[in-house]
């Protein structure tokens, strides 16, 4: 009986610090703000790709890795559509963000997206180049950067669109995912694709 309970005031010790290890770890949370929804482009259809370009796969830069050791490179997304309309977090790494936001956008844009490319159908493919959170001094640094790109009848648009904003740290990391949401959901909403259907046919 006493090797037993030996055992188990051994056992319960290392159990609780696997327990509290598992759950300190840093996560990432980034909320995307929709826009009003719009029929403004309804009944047109496009399809939509997308490629990771960045030359540094890293999400988290230098001076914010004290703060984030051992993180995964899953992100916690959530979408907000209005101010109380809050979907479930969801887990994606960084390329099914991209791919599920700007999706989202586009069919909130009234458009219709193709499995596959089709003759006279637009075509949107998004280059991400970049997207970086650090931390310098007290202040969270976010930066990102893509390139959409057009296509249609042999026709090739090109948009660069970059984002950088910063935040002071007070506390934990509340404050790195406020940034990261913030610059997240202004430059995913900058495309305009309204205006890429007109510009492509002058």
Known sequence: MRSFFSYFRLVFPLSLGFFVACATLPTLNVTYKTKPKSHILEGGEIYFTFFDMRVDKDIIGKGAKKLYKNFAGNINF???????????????????????????????????????????????????????????????????????????????????????????????????????SDIFTDIVNQLDVKRLFVNIKE
């Open 78 to 180: 959530i979408v907000l559509r209005g101010k109380k309309d809050k979907s479930p977090v969801k887990i994606y790494d960084i390329e099914a963000v991209f791919k599920n936001t700007f999706a989202m956008y586009l069919k909130n844009m009234g458009l219709k997206l193709l499995p596959e490319p089709k003759p006279g159908i637009p075509e949107l493919v998004i280059k991400l180049n970049d997207f970086v959170l650090d931390l310098s001094g007290r202040k969270w640094i976010v930066r990102i950067a893509y390139e959409a790109e057009y296509i249609q009848d042999g026709k090739v648009l090109v948009r660069k669109y970059k984002g950088e904003g910063e935040k002071y740290r007070i506390s934990g990391l509340t404050q790195a995912h406020q940034a990261m």
